[in-house]
């Protein structure tokens, strides 16, 4: 069975599967911008930490 096929093998229809799609691009924007932040503040953490470590064994 393809992949074209599963839905409607599971008796979803074809109005749903845009649906299903779409929410799935919207699920994945939002976790690479969460994800995204998320590096961010770890690099903001590593500097943070690099500066400290720079002034205390001066």
Do not use: H, W
């Not at 994945?28 to 500097?47: H, K």
Request: include cysteine; charged fraction near 35%.
């Amino acid at each position: 069975m393809s992949r074209s096929e599963l839905p409607e093998a599971c008796g979803i229809e074809a109005s749903e599967v845009g649906r299903i799609e779409a929410g799935k691009e919207g699920l994945a924007g939002g976790l690479q911008d969460y994800l995204a932040e998320q590096v961010e503040n770890v690099c903001e953490l590593a500097s943070e930490q690099s500066e400290f470590l720079k002034k205390r064994d001066t």
